[in-house]
Structures are given as C-alpha cells and as structure tokens.
C-alpha cells in the first residue's frame, strides 16, 4: 500500500514540476501567429501519450516481461534526453546569432490602427 501511495506522490511531484514548463517551453519555441497550433499539437501529442503508453506497457510487459519494459523505457529516456540538450544548444546558438545580427529575439507584432 505504502509503494503505491509513494508511486502517485513521486509522479504528481513530476507533474506539477514538468507540465507548466513544458507549456512555456512550447510557447517560447513557436513563432507568435503560430502559437495555438503549437500548444494544441503538443497537447494532442500529450494526450495521445497518455492514452497509449499504458497500453503499450502493458503489452511489452505480458509478452516480453519486465526487463524489457524497464530497459525501454530507459532507452527512451535517455533518447529524449539526448533530444532535449540537442535542441538547447541549437536554440543557444540561433539566439547568439540573432543577437550578433542585432535583433534581440523579441517579436513586436504592429499595432492595428483605432476604429474610426
């Protein structure tokens, strides 16, 4: 009983630290007119995980037994780990070019003109 109790503290912890990043990180990536679409495919690809990698658990854990489960979720582990310091020092260097170019990385849409 203590084991799952400790499972859902750790993983509501995991949540409540990864998820209002995660929404900033995929703001900050997308370009302004771009932004809704950006956060409803991160929430579609989101949702689609949550509904499929129980399943797809459960499934490699009958057929293939623990070892293989644990030991894949460890290689995707460390593959989006590997994705995410990728993607910061790509991100690092176009922000260090924008500014060499002289632009600060910050879009300032024009205003629209007052109704008459």
Known sequence: MWRSTLSVVVWTLGEMGVLPIANVVVADLAPARARGRYQGAYGLAFGSAVCVAPVLGM??????????????????????????????????????????????????????????
């Open 59 to 116: 499934l490699t854990l009958e057929r293939l037994g623990s070892t293989a489960l644990w030991t894949g979720c460890l290689g995707i582990g460390l593959l989006v780990s590997a994705g995410h310091l990728t993607l910061s020092r790509v991100l690092a260097r176009a922000r260090e070019a924008e500014c060499h170019r002289g632009r600060t990385g910050v879009l300032i849409e024009p205003r629209a003109a007052p109704p008459a």
